[in-house]
C-alpha cells in the first residue's frame, strides 16, 4: 500500500514535521534521505540490496 505522503526538508526540520504530524493523530516517521552527489543515477539501498538507476 506504501507510504500515503511524503514530504522533503531539511534533516534539522523532521522531528518539528513528525511532531506537528502525530498533534493530528497522524504516525510519521523519517523513511530516507536525498543526497547530492555528481552522477546522474539514483541509488537505492534496501537491506541487502542497492538499486541503481
Known amino acids: 500500500m506504501g ?5 522533503y526538508c531539511n534533516a ?3 522531528q518539528t514535521m513528525i511532531d506537528a504530524a502525530k498533534s493530528f493523530n ?3 516517521q523519517i ?3 536525498v543526497e547530492e ?3 546522474k ?3 537505492i ?3 541487502d540490496e542497492v538499486l541503481i538507476y
Not at 3 to 7: A, F, K, T
Open 3 to 7: 507510504c500515503r505522503l511524503e514530504v
Open 45 to 47: 539501498k534496501l537491506k
Open 12 to 14: 534539522a526540520d523532521a
Open 26 to 28: 497522524i504516525d510519521a
Open 41 to 43: 543515477e539514483l541509488e
Open 31 to 33: 523513511i530516507g534521505r
Open 37 to 39: 552527489s555528481d552522477k
